[in-house]
């Protein structure tokens, strides 16, 4: 079968290119530029008088999360952003915006091997434009998350002008709260995802050949965050029992991890599709 044969051919360039262990650079990258990432969002947050917001952006992160990988992390973030943090330009926010963007540059990689592309832009450039996009990232997630703010605001307005036509709708209502709150998040993770695709490799791919990747990545993804919070919520004290305190860690590093392994690897179907793999090629240089 033809796409049973561009599946193998993707793992094959896949292996080829080091996945399993570009992998674990993503996983332990997004890990360590987490808690600086956040750090910046509060101080961003706090500079332009927006502090509920920036609760509520943490929240968003962490939706897709199974909870038993977000607690243990939001409850160490939450003692961390409780630290009053009012500067943009301290030397603690300027680190925190340069170690946040470790985690854009790990991706960068990841689809720059994949494509077959050799970036030859100088690595400050690079650098820069990774802070640039921690920035967008930072000021889209305050932004929905000021809609969503808003949202519980304009129901305890209706409630409160409109009690009648509440108390009639309120029942309808109630079912859709959680399936949109799942929905805005898997459309924020859609589209990082898609942006990464588009903006970090040194190529432009053209939209439509990122499909396939794209599609398999936003559904692997939610399907395996399901999946795998199911089997903590029966099997967690594996892990307490083989890693004991650091049971928290390892479980978030394996669900970094198998997340970057799905997405690098939609990067790669989506070269299998467009180009044919010679056997014989020599794997793609190494980024300078």
């Known amino acids: 079968m033809p796409f049973i044969r561009i599946l193998y051919d993707a793992y094959q360039k896949f292996n080829r290119d080091d996945g399993w262990a570009i992998a674990s650079h993503i996983a332990l990258s997004i890990l360590t530029s987490l808690f600086p990432f956040l750090i910046f ?4 947050a706090s500079f332009f008088g927006l502090q509920e917001e920036a609760g509520a952006a943490t929240k968003l992160i962490f939706e897709n ?11 160490e973030i939450k003692n961390v952003l409780t630290q009053p943090r009012g500067g943009l330009l301290t030397i603690g926010a300027v680190l925190a ?3 946040s963007s470790s ?3 790990a991706l960068r990689i990841a689809l720059n091997r994949a494509y077959d592309i050799r970036d030859t832009r100088p690595w400050w450039l690079l650098r820069l434009e990774s802070i640039l996009y921690v920035f967008l990232g930072a000021a889209s997630l305050l932004a929905i998350a000021f809609l969503m703010v808003l949202a519980p605001l304009a129901v ?11 108390r009639e709708i309120e029942p309808q209502l109630a079912p859709l709260y959680a399936p949109i709150r ?3 998040t898997s459309t924020i993770v859609g589209i990082a995802v898609l942006a990464a695709h588009i903006l970090l490799p040194a190529g432009r791919p053209r939209l439509i050949s990122l499909a396939p990747g794209f599609a398999l990545t936003l559904v692997a993804s939610l ?3 399901a999946g795998f919070g199911a089997y903590l919520a029966r099997f967690a004290g594996n892990y307490v029992s083989t890693y004991a305190g650091l049971a928290s860690i390892m479980i978030a590093i394996v669900f970094l991890q198998t997340l970057a392994v799905i997405f690098i690897f939609g990067a790669e179907l989506n070269q299998a599709i467009a180009s044919p793999i010679d056997k014989s090629a020599d794997r793609p240089p190494l980024e300078g």
Do not use: R
């Not at 969002?41 to 961003?44: D, E, K, V, Y």
């Not at 199974?66 to 607690?71: D, H, R």
């Open 97 to 99: 915006i340069y170690f």
């Open 182 to 184: 799942y929905g805005v």
């Open 65 to 75: 999360w199974p909870p038993s990988v977000a607690k243990p992390i939001a409850a």
């Open 223 to 225: 399907a395996f965050g």
């Open 156 to 166: 305890a307005l209706a409630e409160k002008h409109l009690p009648g036509l509440m």
């Open 41 to 44: 969002l509060t101080a961003l």
């Open 103 to 105: 985690g854009v540059e």
